[in-house]
């Protein structure tokens, strides 16, 4: 069974903050990794994708990705209170001839002013 | 263009009834997919279309649930004889090419479905 694990949270951040969400994966061969926000009641947005090990900045958001480690994170910088969401990592299933996404549970992020 | 398309965003259906969920894709997106989303979950896979082929159905939960795409672009993911434990948010996501690594999935605002 593959599985993708996060922190279901609340993580609670005070505004201005760096905010760190974590993530593992189980499958050693997968090549393809993503972050999801989800506000309340809407659909899951990208935020990032990042394919190699190392980080991947864009704006405020940096994906960290070690795949020795099997391990996925993303740094929110400066976090605002609309960052307020579940933040769901999602991996792409390498054997899976569609490339369907297996998901964390997602990490609810509280930013407070 | 415009986004992925859902419809109804919400359902409510009495135990033992059928309902029909629609999903519209970006145009010109070969692959489609239909997530569920059990609340405080995050998604699980049900069903991969890759135009009006049905390529993996290995995620519905069981024979009362079937999906199409007869066209290749509109689907409709079908749920018979609807049990409680069928309530949940159906996302419908689309993409370009479906199986190449870099591609990236376009989700729909989703389906809320409460079987009461």
């Known amino acids: 069974q593959k599985e993708v694990e996060q922190n279901s949270g609340p993580l609670s951040v005070p505004e201005g903050a760096i905010a760190s969400l974590n993530c593992t994966y189980s499958d050693r061969v997968s090549q393809s990794f993503f972050w999801y926000r989800q506000y309340s009641g809407k659909s899951p947005e990208l935020i990032m994708s990042?394919?190699?090990?190392g980080d991947k900045e864009d704006g405020r958001f940096t994906a960290q990705l070690n795949k020795a480690s099997q391990y996925v994170s993303l740094l929110i910088r400066d976090s605002q209170p609309s960052d307020s969401a579940t933040y769901l990592c999602?991996?792409?299933?390498?054997?899976?001839?569609?490339?369907?996404?297996?998901f964390g549970q997602g990490t609810e992020l509280s930013v407070k002013p | 263009g415009a986004g992925v398309s859902q419809s109804p965003r919400y359902k409510v259906a009495k135990r033992g009834q059928d309902v029909a969920l629609r999903c519209d894709p970006i145009?010109?997106?070969?692959?489609l997919f239909w997530y569920q989303q059990a609340l405080g979950q995050g998604p699980e896979f049900l069903t991969y279309?890759?135009?009006?082929?049905?390529?993996?159905k290995s995620g519905l939960p069981s024979d009362r649930f079937f999906a199409e795409r007869p066209e290749g672009s509109v689907s409709t993911l079908k749920i018979q004889r609807t049990q409680q434990e069928d309530s949940a948010v159906y996302l419908c996501?689309?993409?370009?090419?479906?199986?190449?690594?870099?591609?990236?999935?376009?989700f729909g605002a989703g389906t809320r479905l409460s079987v009461l």
């Open positions: 990042i394919y190699s090990n």
């Open positions: 145009s010109g997106h070969v692959s």
């Open positions: 999602a991996v792409r299933d390498f054997y899976n001839q569609g490339g369907k996404l297996i």
């Open positions: 996501a689309s993409s370009l090419v479906g199986a190449e690594y870099l591609d990236i999935q376009y």
């Open positions: 279309f890759q135009n009006e082929a049905q390529l993996d």
